[in-house]
T-cell receptor, first 115, second 110 residues
Framework: DTAVSQTPKYLVTQMGNDKSIKCEQNLGHDTMYWYKQDSKKFLKIMFSYNNKELIINETVPNRFSPKSPDKAHLNLHINSLELGDSAVYFC??????????????FGPGTRLTVL | KQEVTQIPAALSVPEGENLVLNCSFTDSAIYNLQWFRQDPGKGLTSLLLIQSSQREQTSGRLNASLDKSSGRSTLYIAASQPGDSATYLCAVGGNTPLVFGKGTRLSVIA
């Protein structure tokens, strides 16, 4: 009964490949996020989706494309992987509210290693 | 642009001590502030959420305070235990998703 789940947990791939990371939440939330944690452990927002629509896209290369088939899923597809993409990627979700962003719940993370 | 700073970056204390972790943010127009715990190689566990209208929240041995006007929050851990060893992250939410500090790495020595 995991609230926010991600697959795979580990992903090792070669430069230039295309890969996807899947995220699912069973909390009934309508907003989902992708965060990146770099080698220095700094967490930074990449994307935010509300009701399957992109509402925030930080300065992320367009090789990264989020896809939300429904409110419970937000997948991250990465094209032409580069060495610098190696990081831990976290999915999160929350309920939306008119006043701002609510408490967020995080998945366990996907450790991506690009060789 | 919101910036979040956490001091100290690392802290080592003997078991049983009370301790305080500090978080400061540059833009006081926040909606909420969350404290998380991250164990090595693991995800984030939400510890406490303080709404902007609140001044503190408590959960067990943890107490988090918020002073929005001065842009500060503290996380107080009472009677620390070796199991409290982890990285503690502060994050503020406003009109954008969470902006994180770089964390404080806590080691509680038995």
């Amino acid at each position: 009964d995991t609230a926010v789940s991600q697959t795979p947990k580990y992903l090792v791939t070669q430069m230039g490949n295309d890969k996807s990371i899947k995220c699912e939440q069973n909390l009934g939330h309508d907003t989902m996020y992708w965060y990146k944690q770099d080698s220095k452990k700094f967490l930074k927002i990449m994307f935010s989706y509300n009701n399957k629509e992109l509402i925030i896209n930080e300065t992320v290369p367009n090789r990264f494309s989020p896809k939300s088939p429904d409110k419970a899923h937000l997948n991250l597809h990465i094209n032409s992987l580069e060495l610098g993409d190696s990081a831990v990627y976290f999915c999160a979700s929350s309920r939306s509210t008119s006043g701002g962003y609510n408490e967020q719940f995080f998945g366990p993370g996907t450790r991506l290693t690009v060789l | 642009k919101q910036e979040v700073t956490q001091i100290p970056a690392a802290l080592s204390v003997p078991e049983g001590e009370n301790l305080v972790l500090n978080c400061s943010f540059t833009d006081s127009a926040i909606y909420n502030l969350q404290w998380f715990r991250q164990d090595p190689g693991k995800g984030l566990t939400s510890l406490l959420l303080i709404q902007s209208s609140q001044r503190e929240q408590t959960s067990g041995r943890l107490n988090a305070s918020l002073d929005k006007s001065s842009g500060r929050s503290t996380l107080y851990i009472a009677a620390s235990q070796p199991g409290d060893s982890a990285t503690y992250l502060c994050a503020v939410g406003g009109n954008t998703p969470l902006v994180f500090g770089k964390g404080t790495r806590l080691s509680v020595i038995a």
